[in-house]
T-cell receptor
Framework: NAGVTQTPKFRVLKTGQSMTLLCAQD?????MYWYRQDPGMGLRLIHY???????AKGEVPDGYNVSRLKKQNFLLGLESAAPSQTSVYFC?????????????FGPGTRLTVL | DAKTTQPTSMDCAEGRAANLPCNHS???????VYWYRQIHSQGPQYIIH???NNETNEMASLIITEDRKSSTLILPHATLRDTAVYYC???????????FGTGTRLKVLA
């Protein structure tokens, strides 16, 4: 199993440009998440999904949109990138329900907005 | 979700036990305590979790106080590869999210 993969690994954007980050998991997990991590900080939840076709806002959703058209994929979009969105973006997934709900994380996407 | 408080940084000698404390004084009865670690800038990695009882797995032990207001993660024989940021998280069973905080930066010294 590849686990959780993220595409691309690195990206540099100019202010105002748009892009989509792709997260894919092959573990048949129902829940998927997008986090951002700024230097010296912990992870903050942007958006999440509890199943195909559903999405919800997390702690810091402004400036981002998401889609979950297929169970295995979770896309994060930046419509008009801003320097404040320079960060490392992590995707995660987990099984639904139960008390044992470990999240599995991808390797991250390092985004710089100039 | 309960707020957690951890020391900013700690050092530990290689081969010795690393004891990482976490305060979660506002934790509710159905909130679990989870520990993750992040090595360099990789994605966080699950270590262990618990509700009331102490827990042990191949990576670590988790000691939770009787009043559940604090816990300690124990790495019994720390190695250089254990150098990482360790996050203590309290979250409700079955909830969709974690609140990570800034964690404890553990440095294992040779």
């Amino acid at each position: 199993n590849a686990g959780v993969t993220q595409t691309p690994k690195f990206r540099v954007l100019k202010t105002g440009q748009s892009m989509t980050l792709l997260c894919a998991q092959d573990m048949n997990h129902e829940y998927m998440y997008w986090y951002r991590q700024d230097p010296g900080m912990g992870l903050r939840l942007i958006h999440y999904s509890v199943g195909e076709g559903t999405t919800a806002k997390g702690e810091v959703p402004d400036g981002y949109n998401v889609s979950r058209l297929k169970k295995q994929n979770f896309l994060l979009g930046l419509e008009s990138a801003a320097p404040s969105q320079t960060s490392v973006y992590f995707c995660a997934s987990r099984l639904a329900g139960g008390s044992y709900n470990e999240q599995f994380f991808g390797p991250g996407t390092r985004l710089t907005v100039l | 979700d309960a707020k957690t408080t951890q020391p900013t940084s700690m050092d530990c000698a290689e081969g010795r036990a690393a004891n990482l404390p976490c305060n979660h004084s506002t934790i509710s009865g159905n909130e679990y305590v989870y520990w993750y670690r992040q090595i360099h800038s990789q994605g966080p990695q699950y270590i262990i979790h618990g509700l009331k009882n102490n827990e042990t797995n191949e990576m670590a032990s988790l000691i939770i106080t009787e009043d559940r207001k604090s816990s300690t993660l124990i790495l019994p024989h720390a190695t250089l590869r254990d150098t990482a940021v360790y996050y203590c998280i309290a979250t409700e069973s079955g909830t969709y999210k974690y609140i990570f905080g800034t964690g404890t930066r553990l440095k294992v010294l040779a």
